[in-house]
């Protein structure tokens, strides 16, 4: 069964960095796409990362509004995927969780077959 669990979350002043990890378990990390998702208080979930599957060709993907502050990166040994967040702002303040596929591409990730419990982000301003 795969499982995913997220660590690293906290309460940041707004302009600080902070850095996420995600656990993974339980399926071939190098064949899965994976991907990071914030929800906030009354909003949608929100892609915010997303890395391909080496046979994808392992490249990252972002939203177009985060490109430059976020970079999702693995490590395979650790079976581990990182998103590292600067310039923090008070709008990223969400519970942060990652998800993992084998075959939904990235764009499809909100359907993915496994995801973590999340683990909260506040940013103050």
């Known amino acids: 069964e795969a499982q995913l669990a997220e660590s690293g979350g906290g309460l940041v002043q707004a302009g600080e960095s902070l850095r996420l990890s995600c656990t993974t378990s339980?399926?071939?990390?190098?064949?899965?796409?994976i991907a990071w998702f914030r929800q906030a208080p009354g909003k949608g979930a929100e892609k915010v990362a997303c890395?391909?599957?080496?046979?994808?060709?392992?490249?990252?993907d972002y939203p177009d509004s985060l490109k430059g502050r976020f970079t999702i990166s693995k490590d395979n040994a650790k079976k581990t995927v990182d998103l590292q967040m600067i310039s923090l702002t008070p709008e990223d303040t969400a519970v942060y969780y990652c998800?993992?596929?084998?075959?939904?591409?990235?764009?499809?990730?909100?359907?993915?077959?496994?995801r973590g419990q999340g683990t909260q982000v506040t940013v103050s301003s």
């Open positions: 998800a993992a596929d084998p075959y939904r591409p990235c764009w499809a990730m909100a359907e993915a077959t496994a």
């Open positions: 339980g399926f071939p990390f190098d064949d899965w796409n």
């Open positions: 890395i391909r599957k080496s046979a994808g060709g392992g490249s990252a």
